[in-house]
């Protein structure tokens, strides 16, 4: 009988292991996804590292979806975690895209509004115990304010460190994308992203009307000297819209994902099992408040 009760017991353990091993493997990583428990164990598996893919609500050319940096950063993320488990932040759109603001339906908060947001959104991260944030940048007219961002963390004290993914293509992939490409000009909902929506949602793409508007560089600055103006990129691209999205395929979406989803799962990794960065902060910050007396 003892033996018996011991075989039962043995058996159950085995029966509650393996079920907590199958609701780890089945962890979310959206974290819109996560109860409030599990939560707590993703951020112990991610080792407090989140990713915010940045997207934004902006013209796509007349053929893609407002929201295709979105969708295209999200992908990415997604992929990484699935190797490299980390957290991934919401739907995040509140960037930078005042040169678009002449063309129906986007959203261009404020400068004070998408600086606070985004503070803000890391401060509340932190506060919960995630202390190595990754921002994942989908939309090209948030690199400078990305990067300006990423500098202004050593204002300050922060016990949390933010970090920009900068994908670099290793020279076969590079070589294997330009072997694919076909347009040579290609900057805005162009071949690039128009095969990226392929991949990720094809409902969405809009073939039929990719001819309807031009994407050739319209050179209306083209004489002006040694300048950076705002209004650069409307002198270029007034339709919003950079390229030729008709000469989409599937296989150089695939590759232009795969290849960045890669790389950030090494970002992920790499920041799991180091902590340089957030010595090095925390260093900088204890000198930075009495620099003179050291
Ligand atoms: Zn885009």
Redesign the pocket.
């Known amino acids: 009988m003892k033996r018996l009760i011991h075989f039962i017991l043995s058996l159950l353990s085995c029966i509650i292991v393996s079920a907590q091993q199958a609701n780890e493997n089945q962890l979310p990583y959206k974290m819109e996804e996560l109860s409030s428990p599990q939560f707590v164990t993703a951020l112990e598996k991610s080792g407090g590292v989140c990713v915010i893919p940045l997207g934004i609500i902006e013209k796509?050319g007349p053929h893609l979806p407002l929201g295709?940096?979105l969708f295209e950063a999200r992908e990415v993320a997604f992929i990484a975690a699935q190797k490299e488990y980390a957290i991934v932040f919401p739907p995040y759109f509140a960037g930078q895209i005042f040169e678009a603001r002449h063309q129906p339906g986007t959203i261009a908060y404020s400068s004070d509004l998408m600086w606070k947001m985004l503070e803000e959104t890391c401060r509340e991260l932190s506060r919960n115990g995630v202390k190595k944030i990754i921002i994942l940048n989908g939309?090209g007219g948030n690199n400078n304010f990305l990067r300006f961002f990423c500098q202004s963390q050593l204002s300050g004290s922060r016990d949390y460190v933010v970090l920009l993914f900068q994908p670099a293509p290793d020279q076969t992939t590079q070589a294997k994308i330009n072997s694919l490409k076909k347009t040579t000009q290609d900057g805005?909902?162009g071949e690039e992203?128009t095969s990226m929506m392929y991949v990720i949602r094809p409902d969405l793409v809009h073939p039929e009307a990719t001819k309807t508007q031009s994407g050739e560089d319209q050179a209306r600055l083209k004489q002006l000297p040694y300048a950076f103006t705002g209004i650069w990129w409307y002198a270029k691209f007034p339709n919003h819209y950079a390229g030729d999205g008709s000469r989409y395929s599937k296989e150089l979406g695939k590759l232009l994902i795969r290849s960045d989803a890669s790389q950030l799962a090494e970002l992920i990794r790499y920041l799991k099992s180091d902590n340089s960065i957030n010595a090095l902060q925390e260093e900088f910050s204890k000198r930075a408040q009495n620099p003179v007396l050291q």
């Open positions: 796509h295709t940096d939309h805005h909902a992203e």
